[in-house]
C-alpha cells in the first residue's frame, strides 16, 4: 500500500541542475521523516539527505552539502530535492526512502530515479 515513486533523473552535463521529486501515497506522509539515498554503479547505497516531517530540520551527506537542497510539502504528499553543480560523482540511482519510526532504518523505498551526469 505505501508507495513512493520517483521522478526527474536524467541526462545532465556537469555544473548543470536537475530536481527531483518523489510521490508518496498509501500513508500520512507528514507523519514521517524522509531521506533520499543513492547508489552508484558497483557501489553500496550512500545516504544524500533528510528532512524532518514539517521541514525545518534538513542534513546532508558532506559529499552533497551546499550543493543539494531537501524539501517538502506535504499539502502534495511530494518531496524533493534540488541538485545544483551536479558532477560526474553524482551519477547514481537516486530512491527515496521513508524513515522507519525507531529513526536508524528505511522502511519503504521508491523504485529510483537514475541522474546521469557526464559531458
Known amino acids: 500500500q505505501v508507495l513512493l515513486v520517483e521522478s526527474g533523473g536524467g541526462l545532465v552535463q556537469p555544473g548543470g541542475s536537475l530536481r527531483l521529486s518523489c510521490a508518496a501515497s498509501?500513508?500520512?506522509?507528514?507523519?514521517?521523516?524522509m531521506n533520499w539515498v543513492r547508489q552508484a554503479p558497483g557501489k553500496g547505497p550512500e545516504w544524500v539527505s533528510y528532512i524532518n516531517t514539517g521541514g525545518s530540520i534538513t542534513k546532508y551527506a558532506d559529499s552533497v552539502k551546499g550543493r543539494f537542497t531537501i524539501s517538502r510539502d506535504n499539502a502534495k504528499n511530494t518531496l524533493y530535492l534540488q541538485m545544483n553543480s551536479l558532477k560526474p560523482e553524482d551519477t547514481a540511482l537516486y530512491y527515496c526512502a521513508r524513515a522507519g519510526t525507531l529513526g536508524y532504518e528505511y522502511d519503504y523505498w521508491g523504485q529510483g530515479t537514475q541522474v546521469t551526469v557526464s559531458s
Open positions: 498509501g500513508f500520512t506522509f507528514s507523519s514521517y521523516y
